[in-house]
């Protein structure tokens, strides 16, 4: 049995877990090496990317400054989850906000030292998406639209740095990058229909808030439209490999969201088709792998 002291301790471990979702990065972190291996670097020898020291480095980073972002955005959204997740804000109010705030600044300088060992560029672009990510969780999310969009330009970032890393300007890349951007935008809207207690509490100008959750319906269909484009040409004009089955079935739920984003109208309808967007992109994550099967048979020399 844990004593008292020791099961705090476990809570607060717990509680920090929460407010960074280390979840999400454990996720993000596999993705950008995963993306590193078959998409990114896909002639070099596996032992080569694995163990790059520069590469590691980058995903480090990116995963510090990630769970430093949830922290100050967990810091700037205390009241408003409080009325919207309510048992979540419970687990992160066991950890002080001037602890949060301790551990947001550790992890950012720690980020920063990590980058300084690869470059001066990297250095410049780690400091950037802190600033990004703070400025964003300050002031940009109450700004309609252009919250959502700077939201989703950030969540792409950590790929976009891995992508700058190996130079690899490739068409299919692009493709890849502007499908998972679609779903990321839709996702965030999404986000928006079902926060919308806490927003109007506390002031928000979110895009169901001004114009009602029809528009919104109708631009977050508008986007998973689009997204069914990049969809088609993953499966139709690009050589993904075994992929193609991921983006066949992807496209097939994203055709079953469309008819429920039309039924639905309470926020549980809402938080379902959040899940559906998280399970086609977590699934994308390891769907990776089915690029080439054999990779790490044929690579690992």
Same mark, same amino acid.
Request: overall charge positive.
């Given at each position: 049995?844990?004593?008292?002291? $020791?099961?705090? !301790?476990?809570?607060?471990?717990?509680?920090?877990?929460?407010?960074?979702?280390?979840?999400?990065?454990?996720?993000?972190? @596999?993705?950008?090496?995963?993306?590193?291996?078959?998409?990114?670097?896909?002639? @070099?020898?596996?032992?080569?990317?694995?163990?790059?020291?520069?590469?590691?480095?980058?995903?480090?980073?990116?995963?510090?400054?990630?769970?430093?972002?949830?922290?100050? $955005?967990?810091?700037?959204?205390?009241?408003?989850? @409080?009325?919207?997740?309510?048992?979540? %804000? /419970?687990?992160?109010? !066991?950890?002080?906000?001037?602890?949060?705030?301790?551990?947001?600044?550790?992890? $950012?300088?720690? =980020?920063?030292?990590?980058?300084?060992?690869?470059?001066?560029?990297?250095?410049?672009?780690?400091? =950037?998406?802190?600033?990004?990510?703070?400025?964003? %969780?300050?002031?940009?999310?109450?700004?309609?639209?252009?919250?959502?969009?700077?939201?989703?330009?950030?969540?792409?970032?950590?790929?976009?740095?891995?992508?700058?890393?190996?130079? #690899?300007?490739?068409?299919?890349?692009?493709?890849?990058?502007?499908?998972?951007?679609?779903?990321?935008?839709?996702?965030?809207?999404?986000?928006?229909?079902?926060?919308?207690?806490?927003? /109007?509490?506390?002031?928000?100008?979110?895009?169901?808030?001004?114009?009602?959750?029809?528009?919104?319906?109708?631009?977050?269909?508008?986007?998973?439209?689009?997204?069914?484009?990049?969809?088609?040409?993953?499966?139709?004009?690009?050589?993904?490999?075994? /992929?193609?089955?991921?983006?066949?079935?992807?496209?097939?739920?994203?055709?079953?969201?469309?008819?429920?984003?039309?039924?639905?109208?309470?926020? /549980?309808?809402?938080?379902? !088709?959040? #899940?559906?967007?998280?399970?086609?992109?977590?699934?994308?994550?390891?769907?990776? !792998?089915?690029?080439?099967?054999?990779?790490?048979?044929?690579?690992?020399?």
């Amino acid at each position: 049995m844990l004593s008292r002291k $020791n099961r705090l !301790l476990l809570f607060k471990l717990l509680s920090l877990f929460s407010v960074v979702r280390g979840y999400n990065i454990l996720v993000i972190t @596999l993705a950008q090496y995963l993306a590193s291996i078959y998409i990114l670097a896909p002639d @070099l020898q596996l032992r080569k990317v694995v163990f790059d020291l520069n590469l590691f480095l980058i995903v480090t980073a990116s995963a510090l400054v990630i769970a430093s972002g949830y922290i100050i $955005n967990n810091f700037y959204d205390a009241e408003k989850d @409080l009325i919207n997740k309510p048992t979540k %804000s /419970m687990l992160d109010r !066991l950890v002080s906000q001037r602890f949060k705030l301790t551990t947001y600044f550790i992890l $950012n300088f720690v =980020a920063v030292i990590a980058a300084s060992y690869i470059s001066f560029r990297a250095v410049f672009f780690f400091a =950037a998406y802190i600033f990004g990510i703070w400025f964003y %969780s300050h002031k940009l999310k109450r700004i309609p639209f252009l919250g959502n969009l700077v939201s989703a330009t950030l969540s792409i970032a950590p790929f976009f740095v891995v992508f700058v890393y190996y130079r #690899n300007f490739e068409t299919v890349i692009f493709i890849h990058a502007l499908y998972l951007f679609l779903l990321i935008l839709a996702r965030e809207l999404i986000k928006d229909l079902e926060s919308m207690a806490g927003d /109007m509490a506390q002031g928000y100008q979110t895009i169901p808030i001004l114009y009602g959750p029809k528009v919104a319906k109708v631009l977050i269909a508008f986007l998973i439209v689009l997204t069914l484009v990049p969809t088609y040409l993953l499966i139709y004009v690009f050589d993904v490999g075994h /992929m193609s089955f991921y983006f066949v079935a992807s496209g097939i739920l994203l055709l079953v969201f469309l008819v429920l984003l039309g039924k639905s109208d309470v926020k /549980m309808h809402y938080v379902w !088709l959040h #899940n559906i967007l998280k399970f086609i992109i977590v699934g994308g994550v390891f769907s990776i !792998l089915l690029i080439d099967v054999d990779v790490v048979l044929n690579r690992i020399l």
